[in-house]
């Protein structure tokens, strides 16, 4: 581990002492629990519409190369243009340079996830350009100075009474009734919609034969950062290509549902290229940054290809009893929960911490809830095993030698419950050793005369009391 | 029939009583158990580190203690399914796997082995309690043999169960996860009591020693008044 790596067993300890962010985090999760169900259960044919998400995702991973060269015929011939970038870095660079080429001033946002693993904001704000973003989670995450702490609800973790207080301060006008507070955003947005000399958005599915960027949202503002400013900058990572617009129609049966558990979001947009002559409206230019940021190499890697399929739902954060416990900030990475856990070690800027992959309870609830079929707990046992590799694990080597050998193995059982049974001595001496640590909030019943002393006894009484039975 | 009884190394030496409630099961639903010499644990602790090379040689003696035995019964879903997933940890041109594979298809956790095997789920038990069942993520997800657990609790005389608000959600053990990540393991455990205390139930049911030492540890921590059981003591009743 590098002096300079995320520390998640530290940050954690720190999120879960803070009661009223948890509060806050427990009360929006069981919501968006209770509608994900609600959805889902109103859907007999989930299982089915998530099999043919599946082929459909699996046909991307299959064909990518061929995909992506048919995405950058169909973007260019509709007068749009493609960039290909290999790190966050250069992406972010790419699109600065595209702007300030142009001389943009302010950009407009519609939320992208791509857009913070670039770390675009900062590189913009650099170049002495202004980028404004316009989801209402994320500009209240923006005007905070804070980071998404859900890839779907950037601003999950904060109360009403927070952006009320957030509000006052940034505006000098404010309100706790919601529909008088999307008011005061829109009334500063919508100047900068109309101002911004460049729009740039996410993209949920792109479609290789048309070269269409599909966006879901509930806002409005996406489909505004992309069709009201003379420049649209579409931001992708490569594997969120699809074949066909009849493949983006089976993501789309199962993306709204186990998202947010709408069976279609208010605004669903597909952009196709720019401005055509002769039409009255729509961006003069469109370019559309492709990222890979390490997504070759985990193509290239059959053990890890799978999380590729990930459609960024957010269903596996929803359900993970670690992702709702801590919440998204502990993580310090752009992606959080279960599929973060996995891609964010081998993205190639800002992986976190090496160890994330070991902050797991093994609990599987991310799998069954994974509508694109990955199957998390193989993942995180595949990079575990990569990084037990490198290290020496002493207490599990111990323990391991001791296994192998039963009279060792008891031995060191009974030294304990002659001396110790409870535990107790170790966890006084050693408060940060394993056992510990365990202890801290837990009462231990105590080393046990063992089973396998009792049993014959025990399976003598239990004979004779069958026989008398019978 | 004969089985051989797989006794986890936590209940071996912390709760052997849970072992004992097993044995009392078997007997009573007509099973003679069979308890081999020299067991210590199956390697879950080691799997989960991402060490199968520690587990290889643990699951090799597992195979050497086990591979006569007509049925392997285990009163846990997690070690259960740690020896089902012995033979992946072999290469498919390795003899062993085989030999693995033989072992792990005749391996059954208590409730899965009583329903799937012999077809029970009627035992005659009787237990005057509201409970609530905690479903273990290992017994259910995993192992997929939570039907079980439930099926056989369904016949129990006595037995009101209570649901929880959120019963397919983790106790917050998963193995090193506890001692590793203690701050996470506790706010995730205690999400879990404050379910089990909302429920009204007396007691907690589950099907897995390990979830069972967890919840129990932090109630006793607390001094809460609700006794956490093991699938097989609600089975046995006043059996033994």
Redesign the interface.
Known sequence: MTKTAHD??KA??KA?GDRQS?AILHKAIGHIRVLRQRSVNAMPDFAERQARAVAVRDNTLAKLPELLEKLEASVTAVGGRVHYAETAASAASLVTAILSERGAKLVVKGKSMVSEEMGLNEVLEAAGIEAVETDLGEYIIQLAGQRPSHILAPALHVSKEQVSDLFARKFGRTSTDIPEMTRIARDSLRQKFLAADAGITGCNIAIAETGTVTVLENEGNIRLSGSCPPIHIALMTLEKVVETLADAAVVLDILPPAATGQTLPVHLSFFTGARREGERDGPQEMHLVILDNGRSDILADPKLRSILRCIRCGACLN?C??YQ??GGHAYGTVYPGPMGSVISPLLKDNPGDPRQ?????????C??ACPAGIDH?ALL?E???????TET?LP??A??L?????LL?GGA?AVG?LFDPKLREVAAVAPDA??G??L?????????????R??KA??RR??R??GGRA | MEAF?F?P?L??????HV??AT??VL??AGVT?T?P?????C?Q????????D??R??AR?FVEIFQDAPAVVCPSGSCTAMVRRYPSLFAEDDPFREQAAQVAAKTFELGQFLVERLGLTDLGARCDLTAALHGS??TT??LGAGSATEALLAKVAGLTLVPLARP???C????????????????????KIDDIVASGAEAVITAEPSCL??I???M??RDLPIRALHLAEVLAGE??
């Open positions: 998640f067993a954690s300890a879960l948890r359900v009893p670690v416990s801590v992959p070991f902050a797991c309870t093994h609990c599987a609830a799998s069954e707990p046992q990079l575990r095993r990569r990084v037990s590799e694990d599990v080597a323990f391991s001791l296994a192998r050998h039963p193995f059982a419950r394993p056992v640590r365990f801290r909030c837990r009462e231990f019943p105590g080393l046990a005369r063992p089973f396998s009792r049993f025990l399976a239990l004979k009391l069958q | 009884l006794i190394c209940v071996e030496h912390v709760l052997p072992g004992e044995t009392a007997v009573r158990p308890l010499k020299g067991q210590t644990c390697g602790f080691a799997y989960k580190r991402g060490r199968a520690l587990v040689p643990l003696r993520c290992q997800r995993v397919e959600r983790c917050g053990f998963g193995g090193a996860f506890s001692i590793d990540y203690p701050e996470a393991s506790e706010a995730i455990v205690a999400e030492l967890n129990a540890s932090a006793a921590k059996g033994i």
